[in-house]
């Protein structure tokens, strides 16, 4: 029986919606990604053709509201189309995730004016784009970003430099983190968050060259006195950037988890094909117990991620803060993809080092979970902030 999924903005849903989108999705894949993900990968090639079947699709919008174009989906159906994805190819999600996260910051803080001018063109992927926060200088302690905008008159003159930005070639406007005020204190009063959209003043530097995550652009960007209207301003008013980036953080954290189930996913399936067709010793190497205990402990960390990942996006659709659920799943995920990435790894042996397979790939970009979207590590310590404030003594 088909039930309604509401997303926190009161919108829905069908189970049955999901299920037609989710086979989209998948007949996408079979049909115009697999067979292209190996050439497009080694030569780490921007994949085109897909973004405008992506387009089509309406995953610039996934999140976006209705009455903007959007898709409206509950971050729990999202999460599963993101999964979906990255079983294929963890690098396409990255093209429309974090436009999603620069787009969730315009609807939920943006003015009426910033909502209608922007976000019926971000749904149809018109304007794509990201997030610049992370600088050469920090990207945990972002409230120690240098980049400064200074008004005048009507406009801002930004300057400074944005490091590891996704999307910073291909796309167009980016959701742009700067002080406005260098000696505020507590330093995040002094912060703002502007759309700032390519022109005179703002160019790409260089494109980052990288470990996995190949197709999609990754590249620094140079802000050189830089002039955007004010009325760019997000929300319009100064000093409260930082708040609307960590507003973010919760759904860019389901979506990396997202991504990581994705990838153990993908990990647990070639492993468990191919340990029923090589032989050693005369039988399959899955019918060894050495082999039977890593798939055992693969398919107990998918099933696992999945869950705490469900749990914290249903959590976020009900509007209910979720930093510490959030955080668990893109932790427990992301550290699954990794150990499941090395585990189908081993298993392959020899031919696990061959860039013939994509067990190579899956172990190159398993381990940019446990960095993007807030590390691990600080994952552990918000935690761990929430357990001991939600059970005081
Ligand atoms: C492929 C890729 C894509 C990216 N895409 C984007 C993007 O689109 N937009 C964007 O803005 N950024 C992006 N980033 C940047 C990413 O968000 C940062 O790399 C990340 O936030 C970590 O910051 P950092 O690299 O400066 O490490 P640092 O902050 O210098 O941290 C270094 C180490 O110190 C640890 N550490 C830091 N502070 C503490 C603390 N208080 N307690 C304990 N440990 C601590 C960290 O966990 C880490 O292990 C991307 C990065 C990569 C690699």
Redesign the pocket.
């Given at each position: 029986m088909s039930t309604e999924i509401f997303n926190r903005a009161g919108d829905s849903i069908t189970t049955e919606d999901e299920t037609l989108l989710l086979d989209s999705i998948h007949r996408w894949l079979d049909r115009d990604v697999k067979d292209k993900v190996m050439a497009l990968e080694h030569a780490d090639e921007y994949p085109h053709e897909m973004v405008a079947q992506m387009k089509e699709l309406g995953l610039f919008g996934a999140t976006i509201s209705r009455e903007y174009g959007g898709l409206a989906l509950p971050a729990s159906t999202y999460a599963k189309i993101v999964t979906t994805i990255s079983e294929v190819w963890m690098s396409l999600s990255?093209i429309f995730n974090?436009h999603l996260i620069m787009c969730a910051a315009v609807e939920r803080f943006g003015t009426p004016e910033q909502k209608q001018e922007y976000l019926p063109r971000f749904a149809k992927g018109e304007i794509r784009g990201?997030?610049?926060?992370?600088?050469p200088?920090?990207?945990?302690?972002?409230q120690a970003i240098r980049t400064h905008a200074v008004r005048d008159g009507d406009n801002y003159v930004i300057n400074g430099t944005?490091?590891?930005?996704?999307?910073?070639i291909e796309g167009s406007c980016f959701a742009l983190?700067v002080k406005t005020d260098l000696h505020a204190e507590p330093r995040h009063q002094g912060m703002s968050l502007f759309l700032a959209e390519k022109g005179d003043g703002f160019s790409v530097s260089k494109k980052?060259k990288?470990l996995?995550?190949k197709g999609?652009d990754?590249a620094e960007l140079v802000f050189d006195d830089y002039v955007v209207p004010a009325s760019r301003l997000i929300g319009g008013e100064e000093g409260l950037g930082f708040q609307h980036t960590v507003g973010g953080l919760e759904l860019g954290r389901i979506n990396v988890a997202a991504r990581g189930v994705g990838i153990a996913n993908a990990a647990l399936r070639e492993a468990t094909a191919y340990s029923q067709v090589r032989e050693t010793m005369g039988k399959p190497i899955c019918q060894h117990q050495a082999i039977q205990t890593k798939i055992g402990d693969m398919a107990t960390r998918c099933e696992a991620a999945k869950l705490l990942t469900e749990s914290a996006a249903q959590a976020y659709d009900k509007g209910e803060r979720c930093d510490m659920e959030a955080g668990m799943a893109k932790l427990f995920a992301s550290e699954s993809a990794l150990k499941n990435a090395e585990e189908c790894m081993r298993i392959f042996g020899g031919y696990g080092y061959s860039t013939e397979f994509p067990v190579e790939r899956l172990y190159r970009d398993a381990p940019?979970m446990c960095?993007?979207?807030?590390?691990?590590?600080?994952q552990k310590?918000i935690i761990a902030r929430q357990q001991i404030a939600r059970n005081p003594v």
């Amino acid at each position: 029986m088909s039930t309604e999924i509401f997303n926190r903005a009161g919108d829905s849903i069908t189970t049955e919606d999901e299920t037609l989108l989710l086979d989209s999705i998948h007949r996408w894949l079979d049909r115009d990604v697999k067979d292209k993900v190996m050439a497009l990968e080694h030569a780490d090639e921007y994949p085109h053709e897909m973004v405008a079947q992506m387009k089509e699709l309406g995953l610039f919008g996934a999140t976006i509201s209705r009455e903007y174009g959007g898709l409206a989906l509950p971050a729990s159906t999202y999460a599963k189309i993101v999964t979906t994805i990255s079983e294929v190819w963890m690098s396409l999600s990255g093209i429309f995730n974090s436009h999603l996260i620069m787009c969730a910051a315009v609807e939920r803080f943006g003015t009426p004016e910033q909502k209608q001018e922007y976000l019926p063109r971000f749904a149809k992927g018109e304007i794509r784009g990201g997030l610049a926060l992370t600088e050469p200088g920090c990207g945990t302690d972002l409230q120690a970003i240098r980049t400064h905008a200074v008004r005048d008159g009507d406009n801002y003159v930004i300057n400074g430099t944005k490091t590891w930005i996704s999307n910073g070639i291909e796309g167009s406007c980016f959701a742009l983190l700067v002080k406005t005020d260098l000696h505020a204190e507590p330093r995040h009063q002094g912060m703002s968050l502007f759309l700032a959209e390519k022109g005179d003043g703002f160019s790409v530097s260089k494109k980052l060259k990288k470990l996995g995550y190949k197709g999609i652009d990754s590249a620094e960007l140079v802000f050189d006195d830089y002039v955007v209207p004010a009325s760019r301003l997000i929300g319009g008013e100064e000093g409260l950037g930082f708040q609307h980036t960590v507003g973010g953080l919760e759904l860019g954290r389901i979506n990396v988890a997202a991504r990581g189930v994705g990838i153990a996913n993908a990990a647990l399936r070639e492993a468990t094909a191919y340990s029923q067709v090589r032989e050693t010793m005369g039988k399959p190497i899955c019918q060894h117990q050495a082999i039977q205990t890593k798939i055992g402990d693969m398919a107990t960390r998918c099933e696992a991620a999945k869950l705490l990942t469900e749990s914290a996006a249903q959590a976020y659709d009900k509007g209910e803060r979720c930093d510490m659920e959030a955080g668990m799943a893109k932790l427990f995920a992301s550290e699954s993809a990794l150990k499941n990435a090395e585990e189908c790894m081993r298993i392959f042996g020899g031919y696990g080092y061959s860039t013939e397979f994509p067990v190579e790939r899956l172990y190159r970009d398993a381990p940019l979970m446990c960095i993007g979207e807030g590390t691990n590590e600080m994952q552990k310590i918000i935690i761990a902030r929430q357990q001991i404030a939600r059970n005081p003594v």
